[in-house]
């Protein structure tokens, strides 16, 4: 149980991990029921589905319907898990999620893939950057987004047997790697993944890699950054926080709008706590997305590892 | 089936809609007083339910999707022992547990929170589908209003339901031909909406909504699991919007309306005079 990071990307894309955890879940438990909306394929789950269409359930692209069985489904007992793309496991559902799972008391568990610039060529259409504003907003909502393959494993698991409605934002294709196979993770409880005094990064999802590159960086200056991965959106690990507060220079980094994501949730807290570290949100400023390889958006949106350096050499 | 009976408790079931709405000045009246017939049939004649352990597990459950239908649905509820009948005077009072629209959470006998419309539509397709995975022999029963078919949402789930050959639901279709501002027609035209739920893949029937026997058959003819071909079965209610109460019928933009005073009275005295004619 360790933070193994050393700069290379997880061996298995996620959507491999995505696709193997779901039938393993599926056969643990008889109450589990995937449900896709006609993207199995692109998440690894379509063979799943070919060898157990009575546990992986593809409901067309009728990504409303979807949520709304997967409530019913809960409310006989079942333990369902829905994918789809981002945004319309986001925006194109929010009703049905809000009213017919969280408001209606079922237990449900939703899944949207390519989060904001990891859509990439799909473009602005598919570049969810306010999937957890809204998920965020939704009373006792859980808001996750993963940041490594193991954890995505390991959450998979966790949530089965997790009340209410939880939203979980991952990549398809794969970050860099975080934490060994064993890492322990709790709903909850962020993760500090690098031990630093002078500054924190509290970052999550893609943003994770891109702030221990730019921790490394600055070490090499003598700046001894604290690196942490909230992937727990909410609940936030408000003691966390606080924590990172006393190196007194803190700054958030998310793949999503700075309205209504992680950067505003910690800024809530810590003013709410009555500290003010020098405090910055790095996030995609109020845009749309548009299309392009990854890397370009990246620096397009100000995603990058040199923006988190740039930020903190101007904020000291 | 004791007609007779089934018919009184129809009539009880209006009578108590009435009461409740005119205990709080307004309220979705005439959405609910059409359905009150294939409620009474329900819950007097067909469902399999439990009032004293309302989530028995092995019942029969019913999706209220066109939610404001909700007063109609609490009287059926009450009538039958599944929660006080004094709870119907606290409709939409502070920290009632009868809301104008369903909730699962609040209230023992109601199986789904709807209130979006369509909504209800996809939770009693998976509700339908859990019970089908479990093998369990209990049907799910959907009230859907005809405006609500406007919603993409029901085809979605019409769609699905077909597709997982959910012989175990039957969804009623309140074609009552007025929605919330004006008829159907002049709104949005739901053409032939037997014909639209059978190129679904349904099994359509069509009834007179307000008899109770024609109900009662299309139920019991085609209503097992192994008599409608394997499809979902879609029961088309011939209804009037404030069925059985004329004073309520005859108020043209009657979907949430104020019922107080003289019409009160008179809804009242209406739905008192059937009972005394039934002999309750």
């Known amino acids: 149980m360790s933070i193994i990071y050393d ?18 879940l599926a056969k643990a438990d008889p109450d589990v029921v995937y449900l896709d909306a006609d993207l199995m394929a692109s998440i690894g789950t379509r063979d799943f589905w070919k060898r157990n269409p009575k546990q992986a359930i593809n409901c067309g692209i009728a990504e409303a319907n979807m949520i709304g069985v997967a409530a019913g489904l809960s ?17 194109r559902v929010f009703d049905q999620a809000f009213l017919s799972v969280a408001y209606g008391g079922n237990n449900v568990r939703i899944f949207g893939s390519d989060p904001g610039v990891t859509a990439a060529f ?8 306010e999937d957890i504003a809204l998920y965020r907003a939704v009373p006792n909502a859980t808001v996750l987004e993963i940041s490594d393959g193991a954890m995505l494993k390991t959450l998979m698991w966790q949530l089965k047997d997790y009340k209410g409605l939880s939203y979980t934002r991952l990549t398809r294709k794969a970050y860099p790697t975080i934490y060994s196979d064993d890492h322990k993770f709790t709903i909850g409880k962020g993760e500090v993944v690098r031990a630093g005094k002078d500054a924190a990064i509290i970052a999550c999802g893609l943003m994770v890699g891109e702030a221990m590159a730019a921790a490394q960086t600055l070490a090499a200056e003598g700046v001894d950054v604290q690196v942490i991965d909230m992937f727990t959106i909410k609940p936030l690990d408000v003691d966390l926080v606080l924590n990172a507060a006393k190196t007194g220079m803190l700054i958030t980094a998310e793949n999503h709008n700075i309205i209504g994501g992680l950067g505003d949730a910690v800024a809530a807290t810590l003013l709410e706590a009555g500290v003010s570290p020098k405090f910055k ?6 845009r749309f997305g548009q299309v392009g390889p990854q890397d370009f958006l990246q620096k397009e949106y100000g995603l990058t590892a040199e923006n988190i350096v740039n930020t903190l050499r101007g904020m000291a | 089936m004791d007609i007779k009976q089934t018919k009184i408790f129809a009539a009880k079931i209006r009578l108590e809609t009435v009461k409740m709405i005119g205990k709080r000045g307004f309220g979705h009246v005439a959405g609910s007083l059409s359905v009150a017939d294939a409620l009474a049939v329900l819950y007097n004649d067909v469902m399999q339910v439990r009032p004293e352990n309302p989530t028995w597990d092995g ?77 369990l022999d209990a049907r799910t029963y959907l009230f859907l209003g ?16 077909n597709q997982h050959k959910l012989a175990n639901l039957t969804a009623f279709v309140d074609y009552n031909k007025r929605q919330l ?16 739920f059978a190129s679904f893949g349904w099994y359509v029937q069509v009834v007179d909504g307000s008899c109770v026997e024609e109900i009662h058959k299309a139920l019991t003819t085609t209503g097992g699991t192994d008599n409608t071909d394997g499809k979902p079965l879609c029961i088309i209610l011939d209804t009037v919007k404030g069925a059985g109460v004329s004073v309520i019928e005859n108020v043209e933009m009657n979907h949430h309306m104020v019922v107080e005073g003289d019409l009160l009275n008179a809804a009242i005295a209406e739905c008192e005079a059937i009972l005394a004619e039934l002999g309750a």
């Open chain 1, 7 to 24: 700069g290379s990307l997880d061996k298995i894309v996620y959507k491999t991990v995505f696709g193997e955890t779901m039938e393993a």
């Open chain 2, 59 to 135: 019942r029969d459950k019913l999706v209220m999707s066109k939610g404001h239908a909700g007063p109609a649905l609490y009287s059926a509820l009450a009538l039958k022992g599944f929660f006080p009948m004094d709870w119907l005077n606290t409709l939409n009072q502070p920290n009632t547990k009868l809301p104008s629209h369903c909730d699962a959470k609040l209230t023992p006998g109601v199986d789904a929170t709807t209130g979006s419309l369509g909504q209800g539509a996809s939770v009693a397709v998976g509700i339908a589908l859990a019970r089908q995975m479990d093998g």
């Open chain 1, 281 to 286: 949100r790095i996030g995609v400023n109020d």
């Open chain 2, 146 to 161: 005809d405006g609500e078919c406007n919603e993409g949402q029901v085809w979605e789930a019409a769609m699905f339901a």
């Open chain 1, 122 to 129: 799909n473009g602005g259409t598919h570049m969810p950057f």
């Open chain 2, 181 to 196: 501002d004006g008829t159907v027609a002049e709104v949005m035209d739901l053409g032939d909406i037997a014909a639209k």
């Open chain 1, 75 to 91: 409310s006989a007992g079942k333990k369902p898990y829905c994918h789809t793309f981002g945004p319309f496991a986001s925006r």
